[in-house]
Every structure is written in structure tokens, then in C-alpha cells.
């Protein structure tokens, strides 16, 4: 039977390639992003294997609709691939100011929080499961200009261990990835001088959230994995 995976941010680069991943090995996709025309324009629309859902993740009732839905057409929910996420740099700490602090944490944070609260109590009455988060490699250190968001993405480390110690006797893997920068069109406009050749292509990201999701990393909780290229 084939699995069920659920991809949030699924409209971006990211999010594309870890679809493409999964569907490979033939796997029903339910995919949600902020609106219907954004995944539409990624997707071409539903087909039998593939559920494309607009939700607002800041929206836990729309986020638990989404997830009751995908559950009413395939059965279940096997894989939850949290992608979605947001970056900005932002003002020295002193000077943060309450919209970037949470916008910042809303973005990481929040979505990751509504989205295992629909998912997760599905895959315990299913019988186990894998979560994979995103979280970031600079989230091990703060950097200047970089406090709020270096702090957004450490929560989602600390939150995939607590989640991999909470749910691991129920058959749930929780184990989230740490790229660097990851080789997007934005990215490469952003930073024209640098050498993308050196960063992370989403299509190996997906590659290791997609290892993180198989029987192969079946013995993996709560890991923080580094996805950082050539960097």
C-alpha cells in the first residue's frame, strides 16, 4: 500500500523537490501552501494520488481541517514533512522589534506547533509514523543581525527532541535536517557575488528527508542532522 505523506511549504523550491522525492517511490502527496493558485502553478491541480490543499498554517482550524480531509480521502497520514519556514534578516537584539520577533517565530515555530497537533495524534491512532522538521545550521549559533531567527530555528531543534522522546514508544520517528543555504532562485538574487555551487540543492535535502522517512532511519529519533554542502 503506498504511504501518505504530508508536505507543508509545498509550493516553494523546497517543497517541490521533497514532493518530487516521495513521489517517486509512489507515494500519495497531500501538499499545503498558502493559497491555491501558488500550488496550482507548482502542481497543475489534483489527481488521484495528489491533494492539494490551501491553508494558512497560523490558522490551527484551518491546519486541522486540511489534515481531517487528507485523512478522509487516503486513510491516514505516514509522513509529515514539516518545510515550510521563513528567513529575514532582522535588528540587532536591542533593537528587535515585537513584528520581526514574531513573524520570525509564527513562521518557524507556530506552523511546525499546528501542524503536528492535527497530524500527530492521527499517526498514533495509526500506529507510528515519521515526522521531519526543518530547522537550520545556523541555529546552533546566533549571528549578528540574525538573533530572532537563529533563535526560531533553534526551537524547532528542541522541539523535534522533545517530540522524538514523547513519541518514540509509539512507533513515531521525529528527526529534523540543518541545511546552510540552500541553492533557490531568491537565494542566488540575493547573494549574486557568492557561489551557489557551495550550497545545498533542494533535491539533496529532499534526498536525506526522504532517507529520514524510511525504514532505514527507522532506529533515528530525535537527531539534528547537518545538510550543509560544500560549505
Request: negative net charge.
Amino acid at each position: 500500500m503506498a504511504r501518505t505523506a504530508l508536505i507543508t511549504g509545498a509550493a516553494g523550491h523546497l517543497g517541490r523537490a521533497v514532493a518530487a522525492a516521495f513521489e517517486a517511490e509512489g507515494a500519495n502527496l497531500v501538499l499545503l501552501d498558502r493559497t491555491r493558485a501558488q500550488l496550482d502553478a507548482a502542481y497543475g491541480g489534483d489527481s488521484p494520488a495528489r491533494l492539494l490543499l490551501a491553508c494558512d498554517l497560523l490558522d490551527g482550524a484551518q491546519v486541522q481541517a486540511a489534515v481531517d480531509g487528507a485523512i478522509e480521502r487516503y486513510g491516514g497520514i505516514d509522513v509529515l514533512c514539516n518545510i515550510a519556514g521563513g528567513f529575514r534578516m532582522g535588528e540587532a537584539v536591542h533593537e528587535t522589534s515585537d513584528a520581526t520577533w514574531d513573524a520570525l517565530f509564527d513562521l518557524n515555530g507556530r506552523t511546525l506547533l499546528h501542524a503536528v497537533r492535527a497530524v500527530v495524534p492521527a499517526m498514533q491512532r495509526r500506529g507510528g509514523g515519521k515526522v521531519i522538521n526543518v530547522g537550520a545550521a545556523s541555529a546552533h549559533h546566533g549571528q549578528a543581525q540574525m538573533g530572532a531567527y537563529t533563535a526560531s530555528k533553534a526551537v524547532v531543534i528542541r522541539l523535534t527532541e522533545a517530540m522524538a522522546a514523547e513519541l518514540r514508544d509509539r512507533g513515531i520517528n521525529v528527526n529534523c535536517v540543518l541545511p546552510s543555504i540552500i541553492d533557490t532562485p531568491d537565494n542566488r538574487e540575493a547573494m549574486p557575488e557568492a557561489d551557489p555551487g557551495r550550497w545545498v540543492a533542494p533535491a539533496d535535502l529532499a534526498t536525506v528527508i526522504r532517507f529520514l522517512a524510511s525504514d532505514g532511519a527507522r532506529a533515528v529519533h530525535g537527531a539534528a542532522l547537518p545538510v550543509t554542502g560544500l560549505s
